[in-house]
T-cell receptor, first 113, second 117 residues
Framework: AQSVSQHNHHVILSEAASLELGCNYSYGGTVNLFWYVQYPGQHLQLLLKYFSGDPLVKGIKGFEAEFIKSKFSFNLRKPSVQWSDTAEYFCAAKRNAGNMLTFGGGTRLMVKP | DGGITQSPKYLFRKEGQNVTLSCEQNLNHDAMYWYRQDPGQGLRLIYYSQIVNDFQKGDIAEGYSVSREKKESFPLTVTSAQKNPTAFYLC????????????????FGPGTRLTVL
């Protein structure tokens, strides 16, 4: 069965620190991977996605993620976080068939001003 | 103002009662989804519907029921058979049924937090 795992449940950083959130998936076949973000009190929204091509994907608000096939990973990064990045982040993978997503457990990021 | 609305934002029910959560979208999307969000478990798919009058069970459908009589509406009923119904429920929609090798982005509503007392 497909699964997506996120290593850290809670991350606390100071402003300007660098961020890396881990995500690993466990299934074969064509891989479509996503990061979603849920800001406090707001809708879940798509941050970035990987389908094919360049494994380094750039998203909104300065976020990027790198697909490493050999490690089954799709880690999210940002060089310098801001207080406004405080949110919960979800990694997700598209199932082989259909439009359904499998989500990881989420990582709560708190950025201290 | 286009989007997905879920009502109410907070809902309280007594144990043993059925409760229906509303989800409406005016995006003209064919596909709609219901997820349950629990701390540390991410989002888990309850039911999805690719088109009107059709719906399929997701990973955790037991204790839930849905209907899709209109394109814009996909209500979810949490029945008394659901053993642990207290959770945050998210509805989503996408432009159409899945096409092989292609992903249609899912757009999410604001969610309903259900507490069963």
């Amino acid at each position: 069965a497909q699964s997506v795992s996120q290593h850290n449940h809670h991350v606390i950083l100071s402003e300007a620190a660098s961020l890396e959130l881990g995500c690993n998936y466990s299934y074969g076949g064509t891989v479509n991977l996503f990061w979603y973000v849920q800001y406090p009190g707001q809708h879940l929204q798509l941050l970035l996605k990987y389908f094919s091509g360049d494994p380094l994907v750039k998203g909104i608000k300065g976020f990027e993620a790198e697909f490493i096939k050999s490690k089954f990973s799709f880690n999210l990064r940002k060089p310098s976080v801001q207080w406004s990045d405080t949110a919960e982040y979800f990694c997700a993978a598209k199932r082989n068939a259909g439009n359904m997503l499998t989500f990881g457990g989420g990582t709560r990021l708190m950025v201290k001003p | 103002d286009g989007g997905i609305t879920q009502s109410p934002k907070y809902l309280f029910r007594k144990e043993g009662q059925n409760v229906t959560l509303s989800c409406e979208q005016n995006l003209n999307h064919d596909a709609m989804y219901w997820y349950r969000q629990d701390p540390g478990q991410g989002l888990r798919l309850i039911y999805y519907s690719q088109i009107v009058n059709d719906f399929q069970k997701g990973d955790i459908a037991e204790g839930y029921s849905v209907s899709r009589e209109k394109k814009e509406s996909f209500p979810l009923t949490v029945t008394s058979a659901q053993k642990n119904p207290t959770a945050f429920y998210l509805c989503a929609s996408s432009i159409g049924p899945p096409v092989s090798g292609r992903y249609n982005e899912q757009f999410f509503g604001p969610g309903t937090r259900l507490t069963v007392l």
